[in-house]
């Protein structure tokens, strides 16, 4: 259909013979419309003003047709989504048109899908989510689509169409948390099929059964949206019966997308302080998700691996018993994985791990990684990789003893790695980790010497003093105020070397600084020089 450069133009011209050609023809264009190249080919040949008109027909069929046309067209698309809010049929706007299909006189088909087309042309960014149309009339359809009223099929369309109109949006979320007692009502989800000796009809079972798996799916999904960022909202989640049973049972579904669904919910959850001291820790969440992320697919390792990061918090009682599980091997394997997005959860978990964490785990975490890895995630082409395995080796040396430790083994390799970052092309952000990890050196006892018998370091901490961002003169000055401070041993021979290094001059010009925090370090720094 797509290869052929004529078979889209013949099929647009045929619409408007009979009711029959738009029928079908709508049919196939909604069929074979798989991604965005295909949408931008039927956009490209003009479907939306060809099938526009097809909305207002006599016939039924014809409306439909044209109706689930435009909800593939415009699923995740801004080009056609956008054009579709401005495009007039018989004076209305298809928006207006959508709305009014939605009504609750009309056919089941006909709202859901036309909620559809609106739901898809708001995540677009073509329809605010605050506009009337979405606030007061899709929401509520797709709510109403939950209830134990409607079919099995259209409970988990609704379900999962709620969940992607709501996903990112908080206000939403905290709109359809209190529309309907819908966070109940998906408690429903869970009862299918019903019990075997009340149902006779065997079809029926059949049905029950094929369906529970989606229903399961789809509420898994609408709990994890409506929980993605309210408090509120998740505490209820969780006091709903059985919940946290229920999502620790749907970990271990032979389901992948049920499998998956769960691990969103739960990783939903998971963002709660709250919820981590108490729930997660009353289930022990931890074990059947430690099961999970061995051999799982991607797309589940992915979420469940980012749900560890956060049940490695150091606030969190999961952190010791997952530790104690081989943690720490298993996050260094995914810092392998070819994929970008298990590398930044793998080097982001044991980052959380290394915070505030006693030396051996931070030891552990070292012999496990490997001194190459580190640097190959540090010359990642994944700048998220870059900024949590800075961020990982930050909080690896902190405390003076760890630094001292952990220096006097790795001290050269570690150099080595903050001379090629502070070399490089990098950002702001980047550079401004580096230096704080430099600084955090800076205030080892013995790792101190590590910079003094650096010169090319120290001349570029001097050169970030001077620096045009005020960011990295902060993070450079950290560095020397470690290096001088008075109190410590041998802090005359470095004052003197940093001052005729001209560091002392440096520091009179950042006490004049406009930007109070760099006057006040600056004044700071030279009164160590005064004592």
């Known amino acids: 259909m797509y290869t052929d450069a004529t078979v889209i133009p013949h099929l647009m011209a045929l619409l408007s013979r009979s009711r029959y050609t738009q029928e079908y023809i709508c049919q196939i264009f909604s069929h074979c419309c798989k991604g965005p190249d295909h949408q931008t080919i039927l956009f490209n040949h003009g479907a939306v003003q060809n099938i526009a008109h097809l909305l207002t027909s006599l016939s039924y069929k014809v409306r439909m047709q044209a109706l689930k046309c435009f909800s593939v067209l415009a699923f995740e698309n801004p080009q056609v989504s956008m054009t579709l809010v401005n495009v007039l049929v018989d004076g209305e706007l298809l928006p207006q048109i959508f709305v009014k299909m939605l009504q609750r006189d009309k056919p089941i088909e006909m709202q859901l899908t036309s909620a559809k087309c609106l739901t898809y042309m708001c995540r677009a960014g073509a329809i605010r989510t605050d506009d009337n149309c979405i606030v007061l009339k899709t929401l509520p359809c797709l709510v109403r689509m939950c209830s134990k009223e409607r079919l099995l099929e259209e409970r988990v369309e609704g379900a999962e169409t709620l969940a992607y109109l709501i996903e990112p949006d908080v206000e939403l979320q905290r709109i359809a948390s209190i529309t309907d007692h819908l966070i109940a009502m998906l408690a429903d989800y869970f009862k299918y099929p019903s019990s075997v000796s009340a149902i006779t009809d065997i079809k029926r079972l059949d049905h029950d059964l094929k369906h529970a798996h989606e229903l399961r799916q789809a509420a898994f999904k609408l709990y994890a949206s409506l929980g993605a960022n309210d408090e509120d909202i998740r505490k209820k989640i969780i006091e709903t019966e059985n919940m946290m049973d229920r999502i620790v049972t749907g970990l271990s ?140 080796l930050r909080n690896l040396l902190s405390t003076r003893p760890h630094i001292d430790k952990i220096m006097s083994t790795h001290g050269k390799q570690i150099m080595q790695a903050v001379t090629l970052i502070l070399e490089g092309e990098h950002n702001i952000e980047v550079k401004e980790q580096t230096l704080c990890i430099l600084a955090n050196i800076a205030d080892g006892t013995t790792a101190k010497d590590l910079i003094m018998t650096n010169d090319d370091i120290l001349q570029k901490i001097k050169y970030y003093m001077g620096h045009s961002h005020v960011k990295l003169q902060l993070a450079a000055m950290f560095c020397i105020s470690n290096l001088i401070w008075n109190e410590e041993e041998g802090s005359q021979e470095r004052q003197d070397k940093l001052r005729d290094m001209g560091i002392v001059d440096i520091l009179h010009k950042l006490s004049q600084s406009p930007d109070s925090n760099l006057c006040d370090k600056a004044k700071m720094a030279l009164q160590q020089y005064l004592a």
């Open 253 to 392: 579904e032979s389901s992948v997308k049920v499998r998956l669904a769960a691990v969103r919910c739960l990783h939903s959850l998971s963002r709660s302080v709250q919820q981590l001291r108490t729930s997660f820790q009353d289930h022990a969440v931890w074990k059947p998700l430690m099961k999970v992320l061995q051999n799982a697919p991607d797309e589940i390792l992915v979420v469940a691996s980012s749900m560890l990061c956060n049940l490695l918090l150091e606030f969190s009682p999961s952190k010791e018993p997952i530790l104690e599980s081989g943690a720490v091997e298993l996050l260094c394997g995914l810092t392998q994985s070819k994929n970008p997005a298990l590398r930044v959860n793998g080097i982001w978990a044991l980052m959380n791990m290394a915070f505030q964490a006693e030396q051996k785990i931070k030891a552990d975490i070292l012999r496990s990684l490997s001194t190459e890895q580190l640097f190959r995630l540090l010359s990642d082409s994944d700048l998220n990789v870059l900024m949590k395995t800075l961020g990982l």
